[in-house]
């Protein structure tokens, strides 16, 4: 069946670090790729998507692309700031939504 | 303003009752979902209307009932409630069907608490 895995948390980085959160998927068709952010005390926030292979979201400065080749679609930001705090959600789409566990992103001052 | 609000935000009650959870979104959406997220964060998709009709319902125990009395709204009732239904409850919409790349919208959750 369908299955997304991400890495688990939680990650601890200095504001201004470079973030990479990995994630990778099995699927039998071609998904539809998303991350979600939820913040403290809120539901998810789509943060960015691709629907097809090659395919690059990117939003808030956090970026991502679909590579089909590695089923993979990590999360990447340049720059982070303590407002990116939160947990994130890699997720795909085929018959039915699929959440991997989620990753969470500490940011220190 | 709320695209998708749920109520109550809190619930706090004994092992034993019956509670529900309203759900509504005003997005114009064909498609609501229910989700259960445990302590750690682990998302799992419980049930899942498609105007007003079940399309998902994954391995949830028959003491969950959801109800959509109109493609806007979808209520969850729970039945004799147990310490392990303890979690954050959330809903959601999208257009289109589960299947779609459409992404899903959803409410600030419902925090359950059985003492």
């Known amino acids: 069946g369908n299955s997304v895995t991400q890495m688990e948390g939680p990650v601890t980085l200095s504001e201004e670090a470079f973030l990479t959160i990995n994630c990778t998927y099995t699927?039998?068709?071609?998904?539809?790729l998303f991350w979600y952010v939820q913040y403290p005390g809120e539901g998810l926030q789509l943060l960015l998507k691709a629907t097809k292979a090659d395919d690059k979201g990117s939003n808030k400065g956090f970026e991502a692309t679909y590579r089909k080749e590695t089923t993979s679609f990590h999360l990447e930001k340049g720059s982070v700031q303590v407002s990116d705090s939160a947990v994130y959600f890699c997720a795909l789409i085929d018959d039915k939504i699929i959440f991997g566990k989620g990753t969470r992103l500490h940011i220190l001052p | 303003d709320t695209a998708v609000s749920q109520t109550p935000k809190y619930l706090v009650t004994q092992m034993g009752n019956d509670k529900s959870i309203k759900c509504e979104q005003n997005l114009g959406h064909d498609t609501m979902y229910w989700y259960k997220q445990d302590s750690k964060k682990f998302l799992k998709i419980m049930f899942s209307?498609?105007?007003?009709?079940?399309?998902i319902n994954e391995t949830v125990p028959n003491r969950f009932s959801p109800k959509s009395p109109d493609k806007a709204h979808l209520n969850l009732h729970i039945n004799s409630l147990e310490l392990g239904d303890s979690a954050v409850y959330f809903c959601?919409?999208?257009?289109?069907?589960?299947?779609?790349?459409?992404?899903?919208?959803f409410g600030d959750g419902t925090r359950l608490s059985i003492l």
């Open positions: 209307y498609n105007n007003k009709e079940l399309i």
């Open positions: 699927a039998t068709g071609y998904p539809s």
């Open positions: 959601a919409s999208s257009r289109g069907t589960p299947g779609g790349n459409q992404p899903q919208h």
